[in-house]
Structures are given as structure tokens and as C-alpha cells.
């Protein structure tokens, strides 16, 4: 398994409040993505990193942002968390030499409730 | 734009039946194409992915699926479905040059005993 580490694994959040999530990764790779998940959706990217503080917006960016002052961590900020935020939101990697080909590797995922 | 639909929300076969999932794109030059699968309670894992090579790729767990591009398709196939393989599958596509992937909504398979 890819080493991908994220945390916390379960969060519960009033609306408002500001909330930070870590992926964390052993493996060196240069992309990192973050993902959220809900049903009838699939996985819809919500902000990557092509490397150290390089990021970019995925389709579902707005009320997120990331930062990425190391290689081997991505964190993913709500600044004033919704309802509509409520998801589980997963950490992805892939090496960065290959191109659209390449495969990623996911995290196990952080389920995140906004109440 | 690039985009995939996947036919079927869920779909139920008994153990020892075919099983076949949907996957369908939309894309202005030939993509790389993806089926990852995802058990309960966890992240994503690739099954296959099909990079022009050939056309019928195998995956894991005796997977495979074919890219028809006339039919702009990449179903997902296994002969005999084993209780192990109840899961939620994805279907997605990466436009050439870039480092995007756009994911299906997914197909939820049941295998019964």
C-alpha cells in the first residue's frame, strides 16, 4: 500500500468554524490531489499540487484552500465551514513523471460533518 | 470537455455470474482510461487502466475491460463474480498532457449468495 496517511479519519464541525486537514505521504511523489465524495457525484477534485507551494483549482474549489510547504503534506482549509461541506474528502498522490497515464493512490479518506 | 458516465447506479448479480459495468466517455482526442474500485470504509485502488497499448486490458481479481472507441466504451467485465468483489467501481478518464482526472458517479455492485 502507498504510504498516504490523512487526518483526522472522522471530524464533526459546527458551521463556521474553520477546519484544516492533513494528508501526509511517505512515497516522494511531486502531485498530490484532494478529493471530495458524495453520492451520486463520484470523486470531484477540489484542489492539487503539482509541487512545493504549486497549486492549482480543481472543479470544486470555491469556500477550500491548500497549502504545500513540503513535499510529503497537503493541507486541505475550510475557512468558514457549510453544511454543503459535509462529505468525506480523500487524499490522493501519483508520482508526476508520466502524465495523464499515471495512476493515483488514494488515502483511507477523513469524513468530515458540518452541523 | 472531458467527461464518463457510468450506466446503472447499482447493479446485483448472483454469485458465479457475469459481471458487466457500464462506462462510457466523452472526449475530443482518445484519453488514458481508469477502473478503480472502493470497499467499504476506504480509499480508492486501481483495478486497470488502458494507455493505448491494447485494447483488452486485465486487471486484479480477474477484472478486464475493453476500450471500444467507435463506441466511445470501456466496460468493465469479470466472468464469474465472487462475493469478495461487492464494491463500489469507477470509471475515469485523464485527457492526454494533463494531470486531471474526471471520475464517474459510480456503480455499486451486489453479488448475492
Given at each position: 500500500?502507498?504510504g498516504?496517511?490523512?487526518s ?108 | ?34 477502473w ?6 476506504q ?13 483488452l ?49 459510480g ?7
Amino acid at each position: 500500500d502507498a504510504g498516504i496517511t490523512q487526518s483526522p479519519r472522522h471530524k464533526v464541525t459546527e458551521t463556521g468554524t474553520p477546519v484544516t486537514l492533513r494528508c501526509h505521504q511517505t512515497e516522494n511523489h511531486r502531485y498530490m490531489y484532494w478529493y471530495r465524495q458524495d453520492p451520486g457525484h463520484g470523486l470531484r477534485l477540489i484542489h492539487y499540487s503539482y509541487g512545493v507551494k504549486d497549486t492549482d483549482k480543481g472543479e470544486v474549489s470555491d469556500g477550500y484552500s491548500v497549502s504545500r510547504s513540503k513535499t510529503e503534506d497537503f493541507l486541505l482549509t475550510l475557512e468558514s465551514a457549510t453544511s454543503s461541506q459535509t462529505s468525506v474528502y480523500f487524499c490522493a498522490i501519483s508520482e508526476g513523471t508520466s502524465g495523464a497515464q499515471e495512476t493515483q493512490y488514494f488515502g483511507p479518506g477523513t469524513r468530515l460533518l458540518v452541523l | 470537455a472531458q467527461s464518463v458516465t457510468q450506466l446503472g447506479s447499482h447493479v446485483s448479480v448472483s454469485e458465479g455470474a457475469l459481471v458487466l459495468l457500464r462506462c462510457n466517455y466523452s472526449s475530443s482526442v482518445p484519453p488514458y482510461l481508469f477502473w478503480y474500485v472502493q470497499y467499504p470504509n476506504q480509499g480508492l485502488q486501481l483495478l486497470l487502466k488502458y494507455t493505448s497499448a491494447a485494447t483488452l486490458v486485465k486487471g486484479i481479481n480477474g477484472f478486464e475491460a475493453e476500450f471500444k472507441k467507435s463506441e466511445t466504451s470501456f466496460h468493465l467485465t469479470k466472468p464469474s463474480a465472487h462475493m469478495s468483489d461487492a464494491a463500489e467501481y469507477f470509471c475515469a478518464v485523464s485527457p492526454p498532457g494533463g494531470f486531471k482526472t474526471i471520475f464517474g458517479a459510480g456503480t455499486r455492485l451486489f453479488v448475492k449468495a
